[in-house]
């Protein structure tokens, strides 16, 4: 999808955007509309560059080289997403891909693959939750909420927690969220501003939250009070598979 993402992408206009973020550099293309704001660092826009993070991609990631995971996975679902933007494609089908995409990097790095519903103990019925992953009994289980922004209904990740920690106990399915970006482009202006709310963040009672293109205002809360775990999604390859087992 990424490749035929791209050739779409090929022929598009390249817009490039104002940031007033410190250190950051946005564009767009521009087709039928205009897409969502890219990270100029992030995408790799050479081809030869981005053949070279599709093989490692392919490859697992077996170096685990953090920058590397993260431009990798950002210029594959940014492709798809710009494709789908320029296009008028609605943007569920861009979430979803998302999620499928992360998904699959996650179930490869830990070995096996999630599930859309968790066994309720009592009553034999199943809970209709996101991606989990579950080694079996007596073990520590992972609960992977993934939003493109928290602007997506990211309370329903909180409260599918809350409602597992009800059921299960603290601390059995370690809650990590996986986000993309939180900026957002003005139509008007062709500014990108990242709309970062901290407090609703330290709300969450999650393990690890994970962005692609991460907000300076949300890395800072792992020195706040109340902390939260917001770090790199370069990270997360390494540290999902110990998060299992502590």
Sequence with gaps: MALRARRILADKERVQLFSPTTGKSYFSFR????????????????????????????????????????????????????????????RKRSATFFENLIGHMVARCIGFAPRNKVRMPETGGDLPTDFVFDPGERSRKLHLPIKISTRERIVQ????????????????????????????????????IEICIPGQLQLFQLTRIYYLDPPRPYL????????????????????????LLE
């Design 157 to 192: 990740a909180w409260v599918h927690q809350l409602v597992l920690a009800r059921i299960f106990g603290d601390g059995v399915f370690r809650g990590v969220l996986v986000v993309g970006t939180e900026t957002k482009r003005d139509a008007r202006t062709g500014e990108v």
């Design 31 to 90: 087709g039928e509309e205009q897409s969502r704001p890219i990270n100029a660092d992030l995408y790799a826009e050479d081809e030869l560059d981005f053949g070279q993070l599709m093989a490692a991609f392919l490859g697992g990631f077996r170096e685990r080289v953090p920058n590397e995971i993260v431009r990798a996975t950002y210029s594959i679902a940014f492709s798809v997403f710009a494709a789908n933007d320029v296009n008028k494609v609605g």
């Design 220 to 243: 800072d809360l792992a020195r706040a009070f109340p902390r939260v775990e917001v770090r790199s999604f370069g990270e997360a390859l390494a540290e999902l598979p110990q998060l």
